[in-house]
């Protein structure tokens, strides 16, 4: 067994170092080489050795080598490889949505993100990301998944007033998608964009 307690760290690291960028690597990934204490012991001590980032409890990313040093893998890839590990749907907050789509000048500060997952948050190097649950509804992909997203950000109210210009926005195809969301969305939406679409 101390042959392979010695090696685990080395295991560790030639994988991290395998992956893509923003890869995200758990302890249990490894629980075929020796138990679970060893294994969390050899993530704590390549992390304290800034070898591995912890980005929250049981999940860890390797840091990205450059010629200039090194430094923390992007959050965006983080939050999309953490999706994919833990089979949940992922996608920027409304905020950034109604930013993205033209809708709100206001640029969010924080990056918050939206998840079918549970809620939590994830360090990366210096950055802190706000991971949020939210119903399936709002986590529909592409064009229209941002307009439902800005739409739920935006509230009832400023939604009647920018819907309107939303439509222009969305390409045909997106706007039809939209229109096939209705029937899981909130009424209010789905009312609106069903009255927006007769008056186009």
Not at 41 to 61: D, E, N, P, T, W
Not at 72 to 95: D, F, H, I, M, Y
Not at 110 to 118: A, E, I, S, Y
Request: with cysteine.
């Amino acid at each position: 067994m101390g042959a392979v307690m010695k090696k685990l760290p080395e295991v560790i690291l030639t994988r991290s170092n395998s992956l893509p960028e923003g890869e995200v690597l758990s302890p249990k990934e490894f629980l075929n080489l020796g138990s679970r204490a060893a294994i969390d012991q050899a993530f704590s001590r390549l992390a304290k050795a800034g070898k591995l980032m912890r980005i929250c409890r049981g999940m860890y990313v390797a840091p990205v080598k450059s010629r200039f040093g090194t430094r923390a893998p992007e959050p965006e890839r983080v939050v999309q490889a953490l999706a994919v590990k833990t089979n949940e749907a992922v996608a920027w907050s409304g905020a950034r949505a109604a930013n993205s789509l033209g809708l709100t000048q206001q640029v969010p500060v924080r990056q918050v993100f939206l998840t079918t997952g549970r809620a939590r948050t994830l360090k990366i190097g210096k950055t802190k990301i706000q991971i949020n649950h939210a119903p399936r509804w709002m986590l529909a992909s592409a064009g229209a998944g941002e307009a439902v997203r800005a739409l739920a950000w935006l509230g009832e109210k400023q939604s009647t007033r920018v819907i309107h210009e939303l439509r222009k926005k969305l390409p045909q195809t997106e706007w039809a998608r939209l229109m096939g969301l209705r029937a899981v969305l909130p009424s209010w939406m789905a009312g609106m964009i069903g009255k927006e679409a007769i008056h186009a």
